[in-house]
């Protein structure tokens, strides 16, 4: 295969990659604004000892382009969206996917994993929208 081929093969293979996101970069957009959100990518900075993930503020110009991607609005967030490549992962599914790349012990709450999406995704939106004032 000459180069030119090559090239027009790795441009096809990375065709539905977000702007600004590589094949292999696992990114978690979160809302800059919300005090919970800021919590938790705290958290991720600690205890991503191999600095697996780049987190992005859906605020930013980067972010806004990778929500819209997905079709996703720019103008409200409801939740956390974490991405590898070209898929997307949001809500409790976003987060068994962070915890479960930043190893042990925190690896171990994928047996929550087990609980059905729908009962996973409301524990979720509780936690999230009775939190203590998440965007003040």
């Known amino acids: 295969m000459d180069d030119f081929t090559k090239n027009i093969n790795n441009n096809m293979s990375h065709s539905n990659l977000p702007p600004n996101v590589e094949a292999n970069d696992k990114v978690i957009l979160f809302d800059g604004v919300c005090k919970l959100c800021n919590a938790w990518s705290n958290f991720i900075i600690k205890h991503d000892?191999?600095?697996?993930?780049?987190?992005?503020?859906?605020?930013?110009?980067?972010?806004?382009?990778?929500l819209l991607h997905f079709g996703f609005?720019?103008?409200?967030?409801?939740?956390?969206?974490?991405?590898?490549g070209e898929q997307f992962h949001q809500q409790s599914?976003?987060?068994?996917?962070?915890?479960?790349?930043?190893?042990?012990?925190?690896?171990?709450?994928?047996?929550?994993?087990?609980?059905?999406?729908?009962?996973?995704n409301w524990i979720y939106?509780?936690?999230?929208?009775?939190s203590p004032s998440p965007r003040d």
Not at 57 to 64: L, Y
Not at 73 to 84: A, F, I, P, Q
Not at 125 to 130: I, S
């Open 49 to 66: 000892r191999e600095h697996v993930f780049k987190l992005c503020s859906v605020q930013s110009e980067e972010g806004k382009k990778i």
């Open 73 to 84: 609005s720019t103008d409200s967030y409801e939740t956390m969206l974490y991405v590898e």
């Open 93 to 120: 599914d976003a987060f068994f996917q962070v915890v479960s790349k930043l190893g042990y012990p925190w690896k171990f709450m994928g047996v929550f994993k087990l609980f059905p999406r729908i009962l996973r």
């Open 125 to 130: 939106d509780c936690l999230l929208y009775t």
